[in-house]
């Protein structure tokens, strides 16, 4: 089964940036990792950014003009440029692919917006 293997997470001052990274193991079916979701402590899994169509973006609100979500297909790769960190971007970040209507999760890896 394919693997996801997020990377990148860290504690970083407010302000500061960090780069995810996801890349994919196992992955006879060429499946492509589309997706980054968060989930904070007591709360519910959100969409962080996605791709979508051929090639759109989409943000949450709170991450616009912060978060930068890249690709590339042929690597089948993902990745999340955060500039501007807040405290309120604490979170495990996850690495999301969908394949014939089953949803792929990596690990994790955590980042921690902190003075």
């Known amino acids: 089964q394919v693997q996801l293997v997020e990377s990148g997470g860290g504690l970083v001052q407010p302000g500061g940036s960090l780069r995810l990274s996801c890349a994919t193991s196992n992955n006879r079916f060429n499946i492509k990792p589309t997706a980054w979701y968060r989930q904070a402590p007591g709360k519910e899994r959100e969409l962080v950014a996605r791709?979508?169509?051929?090639?759109?973006?989409d943000y949450r609100d709170s991450v616009k003009g912060r978060f930068t979500i890249s690709r590339d297909i042929r690597a089948k790769t993902l990745a999340l440029q955060m500039n501007d960190l807040k405290p309120e971007d604490t979170a495990i970040y996850y690495c999301?692919?969908?394949?014939?209507?089953?949803?792929?999760w990596g690990q994790g890896t955590q980042v921690t917006v902190s003075s």
């Open positions: 999301n692919a969908i394949y014939r209507s089953v949803n792929y």
């Open positions: 791709f979508f169509g051929t090639g759109g973006t």
